[in-house]
């Protein structure tokens, strides 16, 4: 029996927060969150918590996250073209895609970008794998 866990959220650290802010809002969907020292990226039930200016993390990590050093996959509900589309529109480059990738769900196609720290972002689809 599976037990009763689900992601709840994970931790990037961004240099500069309305350069993240701007990205992640407008690239990403993200709702932003206001915290007391800082923001949290809120994705429907799902949630990027942040280090960065001014914020000090729980000293609980054995290496606190740095700017640039994540690795991302978002699922993207729609034909992958449309995400290229979406990603060209915001002067966002892709690194590398659309290509066959598994992921959560299985079979998709996948397209690779980065946010403005250098972390690696990757959105998913799981429409149309071959489109």
Same mark, same amino acid.
Request: with cysteine; net charge neutral.
């Given at each position: 029996?599976?037990?009763?866990?689900?992601l709840?959220? #994970?931790?990037?650290?961004?240099?500069?927060?309305?350069?993240?802010n701007?990205?992640?809002?407008?690239?990403?969907? *993200?709702?932003?969150? +206001? !915290? %007391?020292? =800082?923001?949290?990226?809120?994705? =429907?039930?799902?949630?990027?918590?942040?280090?960065?200016?001014?914020?000090?993390?729980?000293?609980?990590a054995?290496?606190?996250?740095?700017?640039?050093?994540?690795?991302? #996959?978002?699922?993207?509900? =729609?034909?992958?073209?449309?995400?290229?589309?979406?990603?060209? !529109? !915001? +002067?966002?480059?892709?690194?590398?895609?659309?290509?066959?990738?598994?992921?959560? +769900? =299985?079979?998709?196609t996948?397209?690779?970008? !980065?946010?403005?720290?250098?972390?690696?972002?990757?959105?998913?689809s799981?429409?149309? %794998? +071959? *489109?």
């Amino acid at each position: 029996m599976p037990l009763p866990v689900k992601l709840d959220h #994970c931790v990037i650290h961004v240099s500069d927060w309305d350069r993240s802010n701007a990205f992640y809002s407008a690239v990403m969907g *993200a709702e932003l969150v +206001k !915290r %007391p020292n =800082g923001w949290a990226y809120r994705f =429907g039930d799902n949630q990027l918590n942040l280090h960065g200016p001014g914020f000090k993390p729980a000293e609980v990590a054995r290496l606190p996250v740095q700017p640039g050093n994540s690795d991302l #996959c978002f699922e993207w509900k =729609g034909p992958i073209k449309d995400a290229v589309e979406h990603l060209s !529109r !915001r +002067k966002v480059a892709i690194e590398l895609g659309p290509l066959e990738r598994f992921g959560a +769900k =299985g079979a998709g196609t996948s397209v690779y970008f !980065r946010d403005p720290d250098g972390s690696l972002l990757e959105f998913i689809s799981y429409a149309n %794998p +071959k *489109a």
